[in-house]
């Protein structure tokens, strides 16, 4: 087991830290949490120290030596927003313990289930050059570095009889889904199948034009499964899967259906990854033994950053933005309906397109009503997942398709939707938003070379400290290209790491903390019987 091996600055984009300020709150490894006050310099006798203050629980104060890293580390919250620790309280050391031989006990059953992985055989995909390079030849846009880099290294992986586990990496819309294209059309010219799986229908429905379109023309015959799939395309399917006469499908999970069954399936693509539970994506990986899994994200989970950062999974970033991308102008306001009207009119006097977004059904209805009321001058559509899946996916369909010029829906569009004409955007209640969710939402505009607009309509006081008017305030300051790296490293600090075998995703993993977390995690891994060996072959 080798730790991670990402170079710096992919490193630095998954895990960089801004620097410590006073009002942190931090973990001293003997005396618990606390709220960092600062250093300063002091004469003791002879000898010149640097003392770090720690504020603790009640008024508890320590000064002394202490090296962040090494005594104590980063929690990854404001101070303000916890119960510190009392100093000397005695409680510390005991849960302190607890908690590290929990972490040690998952990380260890996470290494044995990757011993299980590296000791299963896969099947080497090598395609033939010839065919692989016209694939290549038909991409409309010349790959970023980042892309060739990551498509370079799936490739290798997928070479291996070592089954391939890679995370992919890369902010809302630069360009993973190319990369995803060309495995499948790797897998498919060596003789195999593929699964691609997506959270939403709507995004299997996407994914199946696009990789139709880029792989039919080459032999690679492409099929879709999921709710929207009538019985006989399904029976078609499903006959075709046995057979081996397609070879990529793209679906739900529906996927997961035990009536499917294939004839040579060797590499699954897992799509936004982070909108699947750790039991679908186990079901996903087991779906044939030794088969290639590529998981893609633009932001991963804390669990799945946990894992990259110990070597557990390798990992691939793209940080390259495509040429001509400009950032979106992000601005925070109080809820106004007028000024919701007056932004989509602007977008729609441009020929664009403009979303409005609720965090409830709730709130769908009531803007739907008003607009009612109001006889706009736009066309729009709704969508939310209480209605039928069939009728929700034709109207996001046909808002892709340009028939409508906005779409009133929940978060249900912020996985995937790729409309270059949609460039406006307003979020009913953002604050009722989480930090990656709102990072997926913008990632549905500015896709094209026009200017684009998100407004956070919120109704909390903006102007009294909390948590969610900090969070929408550092969402609008992180608003620069490939901001989602920023924005996940934030994300992570807020919801800790998680457990790292099981299935939640969001906590602290109790009062350790992201340093101390990430600390222990990879002195334990590095520890390990098969790390030692790593090293010494290395």
Same mark, same amino acid.
């Given at each position: 087991?080798?730790?991670?091996?990402?170079?710096?600055?992919?490193?630095?984009?998954?895990?960089?830290?801004?620097?410590?300020?006073?009002?942190?709150?931090?973990?001293?490894?003997?005396?618990?949490?606390?709220?960092?006050?600062?250093?300063?310099?002091?004469?003791?006798?002879?000898?010149?120290?640097?003392?770090?203050?720690?504020?603790?629980?009640?008024?508890?104060?320590?000064?002394?030596?202490?090296?962040?890293?090494?005594?104590?580390?980063?929690?990854?919250?404001?101070?303000?927003?916890?119960?510190?620790?009392?100093?000397?309280?005695?409680?510390?050391?005991?849960?302190?313990?607890?908690?590290?031989?929990?972490?040690?006990?998952?990380?260890?059953?996470?290494?044995?289930?990757?011993?299980?992985?590296?000791?299963?055989?896969?099947?080497?995909?090598?395609?033939?050059?010839?065919?692989?390079?016209?694939?290549?030849?038909?991409?409309?846009?010349?790959?970023?570095?980042?892309?060739?880099?990551?498509?370079?290294?799936?490739?290798?992986?997928?070479?291996?009889?070592?089954?391939?586990?890679?995370?992919?990496?890369?902010?809302?819309?630069?360009?993973?889904?190319?990369?995803?294209?060309?495995?499948?059309?790797?897998?498919?010219?060596?003789?195999?199948?593929?699964?691609?799986?997506?959270?939403?229908?709507?995004?299997?429905?996407?994914?199946?034009?696009?990789?139709?379109?880029?792989?039919?023309?080459?032999?690679?015959?492409?099929?879709?499964?999921?709710?929207?799939?009538?019985?006989?395309?399904?029976?078609?399917?499903?006959?075709?899967?046995?057979?081996?006469?397609?070879?990529?499908?793209?679906?739900?999970?529906?996927?997961?259906?035990?009536?499917?069954?294939?004839?040579?399936?060797?590499?699954?693509?897992?799509?936004?990854?982070?909108?699947?539970?750790?039991?679908?994506?186990?079901?996903?990986?087991?779906?044939?033994? /030794?088969?290639?899994? =590529?998981?893609?994200?633009?932001?991963? &989970?804390? *669990? $799945?950053?946990?894992? #990259?950062?110990?070597? +557990?999974?390798?990992?691939?970033?793209?940080?390259?933005?495509?040429?001509?991308?400009?950032?979106?102008?992000?601005?925070?306001?109080?809820?106004?309906?007028?000024?919701?009207?007056?932004?989509?009119?602007?977008?729609?006097?441009?020929?664009?397109?403009?979303?409005?977004?609720?965090?409830?059904?709730?709130?769908?209805?009531?803007?739907?009503?008003?607009?009612?009321?109001?006889?706009?001058?736009?066309?729009?559509?709704?969508?939310?997942?209480?209605?039928?899946?069939?009728?929700?996916?034709?109207?996001?369909?046909?808002?892709?398709?340009?028939?409508?010029?906005?779409?009133?829906?929940?978060?249900?569009?912020?996985?995937?939707?790729?409309?270059?004409?949609?460039?406006?955007?307003?979020?009913?209640?953002?604050?009722?938003? /989480?930090?990656?969710? =709102?990072?997926?939402?913008?990632?549905? &505009?500015? *896709? $094209?070379?026009?200017? #684009?607009?998100?407004? +956070?309509?919120?109704?909390?006081?903006?102007?009294?400290?909390?948590?969610?008017?900090?969070?929408?305030?550092?969402?609008?300051?992180?608003?620069?290209?490939?901001?989602?790296?920023?924005?996940?490293?934030?994300?992570?600090?807020?919801?800790?790491?998680?457990?790292?075998?099981?299935?939640?995703?969001?906590?602290?993993?109790?009062?350790?903390?992201?340093?101390?977390?990430?600390?222990?995690?990879?002195?334990?891994?590095?520890?390990?019987?098969?790390?030692?060996?790593?090293?010494?072959?290395?």
């Amino acid at each position: 087991m080798a730790l991670s091996h990402l170079n710096y600055r992919d490193h630095d984009l998954l895990f960089g830290e801004d620097a410590l300020e006073p009002g942190d709150a931090v973990v001293h490894f003997e005396h618990g949490l606390a709220r960092y006050d600062g250093r300063m310099d002091c004469d003791i006798g002879d000898v010149d120290q640097t003392l770090t203050t720690f504020m603790y629980r009640d008024g508890g104060k320590l000064m002394l030596p202490a090296r962040e890293g090494e005594d104590f580390w980063r929690f990854g919250a404001p101070a303000d927003s916890l119960t510190l620790d009392r100093l000397k309280a005695g409680d510390w050391l005991k849960r302190r313990d607890e908690m590290i031989m929990e972490l040690r006990e998952s990380a260890d059953r996470m290494i044995e289930i990757d011993e299980a992985r590296r000791s299963t055989d896969a099947v080497p995909l090598k395609p033939k050059a010839k065919a692989y390079g016209a694939v290549e030849a038909d991409f409309a846009h010349k790959p970023t570095k980042d892309q060739d880099r990551a498509i370079r290294a799936v490739l290798q992986d997928m070479g291996q009889t070592t089954p391939m586990d890679r995370l992919l990496v890369g902010d809302v819309g630069f360009g993973k889904t190319e990369v995803a294209v060309r495995a499948a059309a790797a897998a498919a010219l060596s003789g195999h199948q593929v699964i691609v799986a997506a959270p939403t229908t709507v995004l299997a429905r996407q994914h199946f034009n696009t990789f139709r379109t880029r792989l039919e023309d080459h032999g690679i015959k492409v099929a879709e499964l999921s709710r929207l799939t009538t019985a006989e395309d399904r029976a078609a399917t499903l006959d075709g899967l046995n057979s081996g006469a397609i070879a990529v499908v793209i679906g739900t999970q529906a996927l997961l259906d035990d009536a499917i069954t294939f004839a040579a399936l060797a590499l699954v693509i897992i799509d936004e990854e982070q909108k699947f539970g750790e039991e679908q994506k186990t079901q996903l990986r087991h779906l044939a033994p /030794g088969v290639h899994v =590529l998981s893609m994200t633009a932001t991963p &989970i804390p *669990r $799945s950053l946990a894992a #990259a950062e110990v070597g +557990l999974v390798d990992v691939s970033v793209v940080a390259t933005a495509p040429k001509n991308r400009r950032p979106v102008e992000t601005r925070l306001c109080a809820r106004d309906v007028d000024a919701v009207l007056q932004a989509v009119e602007t977008e729609t006097a441009r020929d664009g397109q403009s979303y409005i977004v609720c965090p409830r059904v709730a709130g769908v209805t009531e803007l739907d009503a008003i607009l009612k009321t109001r006889k706009v001058g736009f066309t729009y559509t709704i969508a939310h997942a209480q209605m039928p899946d069939e009728e929700m996916a034709a109207a996001m369909l046909s808002f892709m398709d340009g028939d409508v010029d906005v779409l009133l829906s929940t978060s249900i569009i912020e996985s995937g939707l790729d409309n270059g004409r949609a460039n406006t955007m307003a979020v009913w209640n953002a604050d009722r938003f /989480g930090l990656s969710q =709102l990072h997926q939402l913008r990632g549905r &505009i500015g *896709r $094209s070379q026009l200017p #684009a607009h998100m407004l +956070l309509m919120t109704g909390i006081d903006l102007d009294t400290p909390g948590e969610a008017a900090d969070r929408l305030t550092a969402f609008c300051e992180m608003s620069e290209i490939g901001a989602g790296f920023r924005i996940a490293r934030k994300d992570r600090d807020i919801r800790g790491f998680g457990t790292l075998d099981g299935t939640e995703q969001s906590g602290q993993m109790s009062r350790l903390g992201i340093g101390l977390y990430r600390h222990i995690l990879k002195h334990h891994i590095g520890m390990t019987p098969r790390a030692a060996k790593t090293r010494k072959a290395s």
